[in-house]
């Protein structure tokens, strides 16, 4: 059948008018999709795992998101490019993955939104209007109740710090302590040189040891040192983390690194609904999980309630 | 010119490791990065666990000297049953038992009628040779329980810088188990080959105040091997001539009358008690331990098989230590402590009834000594570089008493001698860090004492570590010991041995090089080059003029030798050592090896976990070499006529191989322990040599034995 042209046109219309409905689809689309900008500080696993649980949370809320992920590896140069290339390309989040990637950028970048994830230290975000995060470290109360739970008949817990790093936190804790019927012994390094002869110092005093976070006081080459202290001493040593565990210590309280980045996910949700990145306050990790070492348990004749193994995220 | 040039070349490679900044000791992480950084690596950074490195801390890696570290879980997994057996496991030493007493060689060094004299013996730090011998115990008679030990720390080389007299081949350094390691009640209960027989009782626990509490009490006792055959020596009819007199000689056969068989003459019994008490920075710690042993051997020309020859060692202190780190990081550790120490022994002769002397004449020997030893000792660290260390000491002879009277013969000699006497000394020690991988140890002591005088002792150690996990140490020392009370005085009214007080001191100079490398995550290698020289040896030998025993100033011993030392722990429980020694030690004078000087020592220690964290099989293999015996040496004593067809040739004891098994348990049963051991295994026939008391050339040791035993907790 012959189409008269008029026909013709109506088809041609239609056609151009689907098409350009199409184009428009396409740039609607895309841009509903939200860049984020993601900075690792390096490429640990725990970042990776925070990564997916931020991913996981903004899917399941619907929001499409475009990552630009750079991973610094420690490198102040690759942070100075990465945050080029981010003003360049622009971001709606800037979403950082540890204290390295988080101080870089909180250093150059002022007016988008940070989310600081996996940091132990708070003290750069005070006061910084453009940011928020998760920070590492669990409350005071949580480790001292874990503490009363796993080591009812220790009282006086031993403390090594450095007090340029954690002189306020310290002065905290003990407060603390002290309203959880514990007492904290103190002894201040000022040098990894000043380890030994302090814990010399609390192998008569202390009943456990507190291990906090303190660059000073806990590095790789002072963890043999402290290990073997806790081991000879029969001083349980409560570990910074599950690796510490593994190594010896007795206990730690661990994180569950894909919570955590679907709690930074939920930050990043609300800062695309409108919210003030400086607005939603800094918080710590939901889940409180924590390892045993089995076999320090049973060298320092240590009975857990079996409860209380079996509920152990892992066990050494 | 090209080997010139190639000389140069590895100079400046020397140079260049030299100047490398070191990246053992480096505080900032792999990346360069800041401390920031490393803050949360922190969590995430895997580390060394501390069951693979538990014997591989600072203190062995870079202290000025080489050490080897037993610890208690090593003691029960291969089943020790004395200090002896433990220290005999260890690299370069080896022990002579006499079946009286253990005495301890290092280092191709370890003479017969030496008293181990050279070695210094500590107890939490408290020296337990006693003030009489000098002489450290390390087989029953070691004054701790074993059980009670937490670990051993060796420390080769001469130590006088620090420790003062006694220290001059090295420091064992035996160190107690806390009170908190108990949290309770123990008990355990041995039963052995020789109807032998162990039972402890221990309490121990830390409380709330703070306070520290360890109490503990054993009693042991040991038949022995009830038939000790001794007719080889019989047989063999060695001479000896009284008073050097060659009209007065006479053969074994002519004293021994014609029973050759030792019975029930070899028990052995001990009781120990130990308490320890700390509270904050104060330590109270007392002991008492007394051993009674039968001797079968019928040394000094006793009557054989005559069961009231016996000896008894009652050794006992307690003491006061104060140790405090003050604010400024200012360590202070002051110590006293009393002393006692008694010796008694029981000797039977052959009496002459013709000379008005009973049938049986009772030698009583007997040993008193009572002593203070107190020390303060500061240490500090000064621009971060230097961690100082200066002490000093005081060391009271209360009393050292010598007797020695026969019963049964109102003719035959006797001592009674008693002296007072003391000494002090001061010492320092800085320990430079020129770089973060090169660290320069020194150390002098200077020492007074009312007997012979002043001694000063320098030590120096560079240690060097050119790349991670590797460490050299060139090592030079200096040491002294002093005459013994009973090497300057003991005589027996001139009927067998004289005094000589005007005895020198013995000094040692001693080089080492040591290289220790760990490699991969669970095996260290150590090896080492000494050489030492002695001066002035104290032996006792017969002075020609009237045939008394003397002790005197006679040898130079020269000594060199290599020690090689492979050993491992992994986290499943898998550990061993396995080393291997070469030592040459010589009289400088005649240019003999020493007697009882092995040439070859060799070593295996293994722990294999059966069952992970219940069940350990210990194996532990030993190769001595053979050493020569004082057969030349008694030949000399003796008129031509009566020397034996073959002199001057040596005799020398076999090379031989033990081999000691454990299977030990914890946690099948809660709280309980047991093990299951066999010591000889393949029963080998070995033995070592005799000292110059004994007619025996050799002393043969025990078979294949075994022991049962169980400790539980509550």
Known sequence: MLLTRQKKRVITAGLLLLFLILIYGIITVNAKAVRIAVLFSNANTPYQEALTGFKQYLNEQGVEIDLNVHDLNGSKVTAGEAIKTISKEGARIIFTLGTFSTNEVLDQIKSVPIIAGMIL???????????????????????????????????????????????EFIRRAAETAKKMDLNL???????????????????????????????????????????????????????????????????????????????????????????????????????????????????????????????????? | MREELWGYRHLLVLICLFLLPSQAYSETDAHGGSGAFADEMMLFQEISSVYSASKYEQKVTEAPSSISIITADEIKKYGYRDLGEILKSIRGFYITDDRNYKYLGIRGFGLPSDYSNRILLLVDGITTNDNIYDAPLIGTEFPLEIDLIDRIEVVRGPSSSLYGSNAFFGIINVISKKGRVYKGTEISGEAGSFKTYKSRLSYGNKYQNGMEVLLSASYYQSRGDESLDYSDTYDEDPWICADDNPDNCYGLQEIWPGNTVAEDMDTDRYRNFFAKISFRDFTVEGNFHKRKKVIPTAPWETIFNKSNNYSIDTRSWIDVTYDHTYANSLTVVARVNYNYYKYAAEYPYAGDPDAGEADVVTGRDTAKGEWINSEIQVSKTYYERHRMMAGASYHGNLRQIQKNWYSGADTWGSLD???????????????????DNIKLNGGLRYDHFRTFGDTLNPRIALIYNPVERSTVKAIYGSAFRSPSVYELYYNDGDTTAKANPDLNPERISTYELIYEQSVGKYLRVTITGFYYNIKDLIRQEKDPDDGLLVFKNVDDVSAKGVEFELEGKGENGLEGRISYSFQKTEDKQTGDVLTNSPKHLAKANMIIPIMEEKIFLGIEEQYTSKRSTLYREKQEGLPESLRAADYPSDHFTGSFFITNVTLYTRSILKDLEASASVYNLFNRKYGDPGAGEHFQDTIEQDGRTFRLKLTYSF
């Not at chain 1, 480790?143 to 710090?161: D, K, S, T």
């Not at chain 1, 800062?271 to 390892?291: F, K, M, T």
């Open chain 1, 121 to 167: 230290k708070t003290e750069k975000l005070k006061g910084v209007q453009n940011a928020t995060g998760i920070i590492l470290d669990f409350p005071v109360e949580t480790q001292f109740e874990m503490m009363r739970r796993l080591l009812p008949n220790a009282r006086a817990i031993g403390v090594l710090y450095n007090p340029e790093q954690n002189n």
């Open chain 1, 185 to 316: 012994v103190l002894k201040e390094v000022h040098t990894p040189q000043e380890l030994p002869d302090a814990l010399r110092t609390l192998s008569k005093t202390a009943d456990a040891l507190w291990g906090i976070n303190d660059s000073v006081v806990y590095t790789p080459e002072t963890a043999k040192h402290i290990l073997l202290f806790s081991y000879r001493n029969q001083i349980p040593f409560i570990g910074l983390s599950s690796e510490w565990v593994k190594a010896g210590a007795l206990y730690s309280l661990d994180r569950d690194y894909k919570s955590i980045g679907r709690q930074c996910g939920e930050m990043a949700y609300k800062i695309l609904q409108g919210a003030d990145a400086g607005s939603i306050p800094l918080s710590g990790p939901r889940e409180v999980l924590y390892s045993l070492n089995l076999k320090t348990a049973q060298q320092m004749k240590i009975n857990f309630p079996e409860a209380v193994i079996q509920k152990a995220q892992t066990r050494y």
């Open chain 2, 417 to 435: 001698d008693e002296r007072h006497n003391d000494s002090w000394g001061a010492y320092f020690q800085d320990e430079f860090n020129i770089r």
